[in-house]
Structure formats: C-alpha cells, structure tokens
C-alpha cells in the first residue's frame, strides 16, 4: 500500500514500536492496517495507524504480532524507511532489557542514552550501492525527546518500578541470553542493560533524521548473578508482561505530550553534515530507494 492512502490527512509524526510484550497499543482509535511496499521487503507487521486523543500515531510490533521474528530476522531496514515514508519524526522504542547493573531492578524502567554494538551481520545503513553518507552516532539517543519521557515518568510514575535516566545499552545478537562470562564481560566494559534489537535501529533512525529514544523494561538481571538463577524465557514473560501493561500508559502520556509541544531534536538534520554524494550525483534507482531520507531535498524524485 502507498503510505498516502492513509486514513489522516497530513503526515503522521509519531510512532511506537512495540518490542517483547508490547505488540497492540491501547486507546487507538480510527486504526487502519497499513502494508506500505519498501525497497527492503516487508516490514514486521502491518503499521497500524490511528488516533490517540486528536493524535495521529504509527505503531509497529517489531517482532510481529504473536512473537514470530527472532532479533536477527527482524526487518530493520523495511521497518524504518517505512515509518519515515508516514512521516514519522519522533519513535519510541519500548524494548525488553537485562539490567547489568544493581540499582536497576526487575519492573524499572531505563532510559539509556548510549549503545555498544555487539550485533554481527545485520544491516547498519541504508547507504551504498550509489550514495554515501557518515552519520555521527556520538549521540544516537535524541536528548529532547529521552527528556520528555523522562518529565512525563516523574509526574505520572512508572507502576511499581523506578526510572532510570542515563545508561549504556549493549546489543547483541541472541536469541540465546548470555554466559556468565560474557555478562561479566558487559558489566566490565560499563553497560547497563542488554538487550537484542535496538541495534541497527537506533543507526537507522538517525540516518532516516528521525528523533528515537528507547524505553528499556527490565525483566531480569542477566546471568551476572552467581548466588541466584540465570534468566530464563520463562521468568523474564512474567515481569515482561506488566512492564508492558506499566509502559502503555507512559508511552500514552508522552504521545499527548508530543503532540502538544514537539522538541526540537537535532536528529532531525542528521543528514545535513552526513551526506557526502550530492543527490543530483546519485543515479535514478539510488533517489528512488533513498526517496524518503533525502525528500528535504529539492532534487530528490
């Protein structure tokens, strides 16, 4: 389906993408089913489209609806160029976690601001094969929109779980959790949580000049903790579920939040200093499968 079909008028400039847990967003209203045609394939799942309040928002389950994509299979590519092809100027990634830390608990929150890339093979840029640009990954969380769900957490809490403003995440590929020996490793190079998708996405995003914050839901604290058991499947679904249900009214609020007052966020001219081949250099197939990343420019088709 082409994205100009959908049932709003305008650009849809808020989305949510739904990690372990989170694969239906609540208080949507007017939903409409997109399957949008990418140069990558297919994404996830259908992009559901509707209003929250008078708010239009995009909501993606990253691993479809049902669970069906390991964090390897998951579409990265496909997933973000078709949200930027909505418009989408601001997404939150709401992503299950491991703590690798003390203080962040089982049921808190985090909203880390920092990556480590652990991932292998997975695709990490939309460009190549005719145009090149070098994207700063200095600041790969958007620090306006990371500060808004921080404003909104303090004035409306998060459930029975702390916030954490600050951290690094570590990305690594799974599906398998880690070794004792990795953990500890992860612990030594200073990472927070660990999880297994926020990476190539968050690389994405700022390629496409979207602003993206992650809110990581602990469920577990890995497999660091030598005197208590290793995380299993089945323990991190029981916390997973109410950190879910905990991040749906949060993630509502920041919505409203954003419809109201949208920060400025420097990702939205990521590309401005990134960009090395001059559009008008780049051959007809290379604008037409970069089309919505470079639509700021007058040249692109």
């Known amino acids: 389906m082409n994205p100009s079909t959908h049932p709003f008028k305008g650009e849809v400039h808020v989305a949510v993408m739904g990690g372990s847990g989170l694969y239906a967003m609540e208080g949507l209203s007017q939903t409409q089913e997109l399957h949008i045609d990418t140069p990558y394939g297919p994404t996830s799942d259908a992009i559901v489209v509707g209003v929250l309040g008078t708010a239009p928002v995009a909501f993606l389950a990253r691993h479809a609806r049902g669970h069906k994509l390991l964090p390897s299979e998951i579409p990265f590519l496909a997933n973000m160029w078709a949200l930027k092809s909505l418009g989408v100027r601001y997404l939150l ?79 690594i590929d799974g599906p398998q959790f880690s070794t004792r020996a990795e953990s500890h490793l992860y612990r030594q190079w200073g990472a927070t949580v660990i999880g297994m998708t926020n990476l190539p996405e968050a690389r994405l995003a700022l390629e496409a000049e979207i602003a993206y914050a992650t809110l990581a839901l602990v ?50 001219q990521a590309l401005s ?19 919505p990343l470079l639509s700021r420019w007058s040249t692109a088709p």
């Open 273 to 291: 200093q990134a960009l090395i081949t001059p559009v008008s250099s780049m051959d007809t197939a290379t604008r037409q499968r970069l089309q």
């Open 93 to 171: 990634s709401v992503s299950a976690v491991g703590s690798l830390v003390e203080h962040a608990a089982p049921l808190d929150l985090v909203l880390p601001d920092q990556f480590i890339d652990h991932t292998r093979g997975r695709p990490r840029s939309f460009f190549g094969q005719g145009a090149v640009a070098h994207v700063s990954m200095a600041e790969p969380i958007c620090t306006a929109l990371q500060g808004l769900v921080w404003q909104v957490s303090q004035t409306h809490g998060f459930g029975r779980g702390r916030v954490h403003r600050g951290g690094t995440y570590v990305c």
């Open 219 to 268: 469920t577990d604290h890995d497999s660091w903790r030598e005197k208590e058991a290793a995380v299993t499947a089945n323990t991190a679904m029981a916390n997973l579920m109410e950190n879910a249900a905990q991040a749906q009214g949060l993630v509502r609020e920041v919505v409203l939040q954003l419809q109201q007052t949208p920060p400025t966020s420097a990702a939205h």
